[in-house]
Structure formats: structure tokens, C-alpha cells
């Protein structure tokens, strides 16, 4: 069955350090998407790509980063991890050709220290 | 800029109550309305979708409704169950980007 994955599921990490968050997905689908879920806050739009070598600045995108080499991945990395960016990570895809039904991860939930 | 907004914020019942749960979002011009149910520690898991020309959608005990006039959607849930309890969210599909409500908790207790 088709579906979408997110590594590690667990991080803990310092402050300043480089973080790479992975996300892959078998649908097949052309938009990805990466959010984080803050109390208070629901789920921000990070960065989104619909298709490969196209990427995309979402509502919170300061700090992030993310590139599209190919259809099955979408990695998110942190330049220089900020305690601000604990929280909890959600990966999404969808089929594309117009807004249609996200299918998300299972979360990557990150401590900053 | 959108806003979309949950209410309650949660919400606690006895098992087989009929619930409806509130979503309002204050920018009309939107493509679909979307609403998930996320279990705690988990991913998120779409229950159903309703396009800009629908206004309702049904999926067993389940039924969305939407108002695009009002910005207003509501989820009903039929016949409640303890299998019902977690964070249910609406998200409307505005332009090309989904915007998320803050979730009403659900706790449906035996």
C-alpha cells in the first residue's frame, strides 16, 4: 500500500546544530508539504513543493529550508536549530492538478536543548 | 488573511450523544474545506472533503456540512463512541494553500 513515512520519528538535538528531517512518499503524488503543530497555534504551513526542483515559502519558512530532487522526497533541514523550533512535525502530499485531499506522515517530534 | 476558528476548543460527552462540532473561517473565496481527526501522538487522517460547490458531505455516522456564504462548516457526528475521542480539525483550501483551525479535543466517555 501506498504511503508516507517520516524519519526519525524522535530528535533531540543543541542549539545551533543542523537538523534534516526526512519525509518520503509512495502515492506518487507531485505536492509535498511540510508543517509544524504548535499549542495554540494548529498547523503552520513550513515550505510546499509541486513538483521536482520547485519549492515553495509557506507562512513560517524563517529558518527552514527544503529541496525537491526528486518525486518520493521532500527533506526539511534546519540551518542553525533554535530552542523556537521545538515542536512537532507533519509531512503531507497530495495528488496535485488543483487542491485535493492531503495525506500526512506520522510526525517527527523535535526537541531543541 | 484567512482565519479559521474551532469551537469548543473541547468538548466532552456520554457515549451514544449526537455532537456537532463548529468551524468558521472568515475568508468565503475558498476551494474545499477539509476535516481531519488526529489521535494523540499521531498523524493526521482526513474524514472528508467538501468541495466549494457542495455543501454537505456524508461517511457512515459522519456529516459535514459548509456554508460559504456564512464561513461557517459544522461536523456531525452521529451516535457517539468512545472510539470517537480525539482532536478533530477543519482546514480550508485557500488558493493554493491549506489553513488550519486550532481542533476541538473530543472525549467521549463510556
Known amino acids: 500500500d501506498a504511503e508516507i513515512t517520516q524519519s526519525p520519528r524522535h530528535k533531540i538535538t543543541e542549539t545551533g546544530r543542523q537538523v534534516t528531517l526526512a519525509c518520503h512518499q509512495t502515492w506518487n503524488h507531485n505536492n509535498m508539504f511540510w508543517y509544524r503543530q504548535d499549542l495554540g497555534h494548529g498547523l503552520r504551513l513550513i515550505h510546499y513543493s509541486y513538483g521536482v526542483q520547485d519549492t515553495n515559502k509557506g507562512e513560517v519558512s524563517d529558518g527552514y529550508s527544503v529541496s525537491r530532487s526528486n518525486t518520493e522526497d521532500l527533506p526539511l533541514t534546519l540551518e542553525s536549530a533554535a530552542s523556537s523550533q521545538t515542536s512537532v512535525y507533519f509531512c503531507?502530499?497530495?495528488?496535485?492538478?488543483?487542491?485535493?485531499?492531503?495525506?500526512f506522515g506520522p510526525g517527527t517530534r523535535l526537541t531543541v536543548l | 488573511k484567512q482565519e479559521v476558528t474551532q469551537i469548543p476548543a473541547a468538548l466532552s460527552v456520554p457515549e451514544g450523544e449526537n455532537l456537532v462540532l463548529n468551524c468558521s473561517f472568515t475568508?468565503?473565496?475558498?476551494?474545499?474545506l477539509q476535516w481531519f481527526r488526529q489521535d494523540p501522538g499521531k498523524g493526521l487522517t482526513s474524514l472528508l472533503l467538501?468541495?466549494?460547490?457542495?455543501r454537505e458531505q456524508t461517511s457512515g455516522r459522519l456529516n459535514a456540512s459548509l456554508d460559504k456564504s456564512s464561513g461557517r462548516s459544522t461536523l456531525y457526528i452521529a451516535a457517539s463512541q468512545p472510539g470517537d475521542s480525539a482532536t478533530y480539525l477543519c482546514a480550508v483550501y485557500n488558493t493554493d494553500k491549506l489553513i488550519f483551525g486550532t481542533g476541538t479535543r473530543l472525549q467521549v466517555f463510556p
Open positions: 467538501i468541495q466549494s460547490s457542495q
Open positions: 475568508d468565503s473565496a475558498i476551494y474545499n
Open positions: 503531507a502530499s497530495s495528488e496535485g492538478g488543483g487542491p485535493d485531499t492531503q495525506y
